[in-house]
């Protein structure tokens, strides 16, 4: 997984904002301030310094020790977090695209950013922050993506949206999220003109908001990925 190294790396050193993106990847590796300090043998208040902003941006050696202990320590627990990125790389190709965030998104402006219209939830847009989010061809992950290769979608965290694309009602995606185990932080039904009741009462009752925009797929990927980079 060098190249996914090298893509984290790159996300702290190309950042604006280098703290929040080191944080947001400790996060995706659920590994907690002290058990990365611990292996970095340092104390768990510079690594809060890093995060916050506090000491200058760091430079390449500590990013690299940075980036090598997140993935030393998933490993020590038994790679599930690498694991997850590398079967998302291998499965799908086509299907879906996955972006990551250099920091975390508030929800509520996500969907503003993409022109998005609420459609249930929406209370909870603002006190919900994501790490990234993947467009989805809905037709193509419905018919062809194996059921157990749909929580693959997701790249390493939930704390996500999932915007499907090639709507028709809005009703076939919101029954393939609600059977599976692992729920997005948001969803979005892309150029869907009417959504099916039932989708929104499955949103609802999963507590998950759901949206809609008609804002064209290019235009969500350039605006997205200038977000993400």
């Known amino acids: 997984m060098e190249q996914l190294k090298v893509k984290i790396a790159g996300e702290i050193s190309l950042s604006s904002d280098p703290g929040s993106t080191m944080k947001k990847w ?8 002290t058990d990365l300090s611990q292996y970095l043998k340092i104390s768990p208040s510079t690594i809060s310094d890093y995060e916050s902003n506090r000491r200058k941006s760091p430079g390449i050696a500590v990013i690299s020790r940075f980036v090598d202990a997140l993935f030393a320590i998933d490993h020590q627990r038994g790679g ?10 291998e499965t ?3 299907m879906y695209e996955a972006i990551e965030f250099i920091k975390p998104v508030n929800a509520k402006e996500f969907g503003k950013l993409i022109e998005a219209k609420v459609l249930a939830n929406g209370e909870k847009l603002e006190i919900k922050n994501i790490f990234g989010c993947t467009i989805l061809d809905s037709v193509r992950v419905i018919l062809e993506l194996p059921y157990e290769s749909f929580i693959k979608i997701y790249s390493g965290t939930s704390e996500r949206a999932l915007i499907f694309t090639h709507v028709s009602t809005g009703r076939s995606p919101m029954i393939a999220v609600r059977v599976t185990p692992i729920k997005p932080s948001i969803i979005i039904l892309h150029g869907v003109e009417e959504v099916d009741k039932l989708a929104i009462k499955i949103a609802e009752a999963e507590g998950i908001p759901l ?6 797929i290019d235009e969500i990927k350039k605006r997205v990925k200038d977000i993400a980079y």
């Open 26 to 33: 400790r996060e995706v590796f659920n590994i907690a301030q």
């Open 80 to 89: 599930s977090i690498i694991k997850k990125f590398k079967e998302a790389d």
């Open 92 to 94: 799908g190709r086509g």
């Open 211 to 216: 949206l809609q925009t008609k804002l064209g």
